[in-house]
Antibody, heavy 126, light 108 residues
Framework: QVTLKESGPVLVKPTETLTLTCTVSGFSLSNGRMGVSWIRQPPGKALEWLAHSFSNDEKSYSTSLKRRLTISKDTSKSQVVLSMTNMDPVDTATYYC??????????????????WGQGTLVTVSS | SSELTQDPAVSVALGQTVRITCQGDSLRSYYASWYQQKPGQAPVLVIYSKNNRPSGIPDRFSGSSSGNTASLTITGAQAEDEADYYCTSRDSSGNHVVFGGGTKLTVL
């Protein structure tokens, strides 16, 4: 059974660094063409992809947030960590981690998020 | 382009068929995946690649793609299908992932 669970602070102050941890079970962070992605959703707004880390150590970041984000993984602990610097009230959102997978068949290529954590609401306020 | 465009809101009568669309240049190269999100819940994958449904997703959900447009079709919409729906794919560079702005589906 695949599960993901986010953990981290519920409240951070402006200018602080947010560190979130995604602990996974039911799959390995070192095998297969899969990995973990971080996605956020401000209250009442759309989903926004932030970053991902694949099993082959491929990492990618949102172009608009790249300077503020760092993603890392600890395979032995089955954890993927996201750090976001210089937090601002506009960063208030529910932060989700999800398993990301590339799917190929004979003529198509799709990237999908097949399992999601429950999400954690992070509020940025002084 | 790194954008996927969705209609903000769509409605459908109970039992009828509705199509939710997603447009973007990257869809000429990559298939979309689709997610259903109900209030207070995490998104759930409903369609990926050409027209693949994860286990447990009803077969009234189907997907298609043509040119720069991906579509999610619900044939015989049920009350429990009322939710927000998001499309996503790689961007045109293939290095990033993008989400559409979401479509709020109302079942009348």
């Amino acid at each position: 059974q695949v599960t993901l669970k986010e953990s981290g602070p519920v409240l951070v102050k402006p200018t602080e660094t947010l560190t979130l941890t995604c602990t996974v079970s039911g799959f390995s962070l070192s095998n297969g063409r899969m990995g973990v992605s971080w996605i956020r959703q401000p209250p009442g707004k759309a989903l926004e992809w932030l970053a991902h880390s694949f099993s082959n150590d491929e990492k990618s970041y949102s172009t608009s947030l790249k300077r503020r984000l760092t993603i890392s993984k600890d395979t032995s602990k089955s954890q993927v960590v996201l750090s976001m610097t210089n937090m601002d009230p506009v960063d208030t959102a529910t932060y989700y981690c999800a398993r990301i997978r590339d799917y190929y068949d004979s003529s198509s290529y799709s990237t999908l998020f097949d399992y999601w954590g429950q999400g954690t609401l992070v509020t940025v306020s002084s | 382009s790194s954008e996927l465009t969705q209609d903000p809101a769509v409605s459908v009568a109970l039992g009828q068929t509705v199509r939710i669309t997603c447009q973007g240049d990257s869809l000429r190269s990559y298939y979309a995946s689709w997610y259903q999100q109900k209030p207070g819940q995490a998104p759930v994958l409903v369609i990926y690649s050409k027209n693949n449904r994860p286990s447990g997703i009803p077969d009234r959900f189907s997907g298609s793609s043509s040119g720069n447009t991906a579509s999610l079709t619900i044939t015989g919409a049920q009350a429990e299908d009322e939710a927000d729906y998001y499309c996503t794919s790689r961007d045109s560079s293939g290095n990033h992932v993008v989400f559409g702005g979401g479509t709020k589906l109302t079942v009348l």
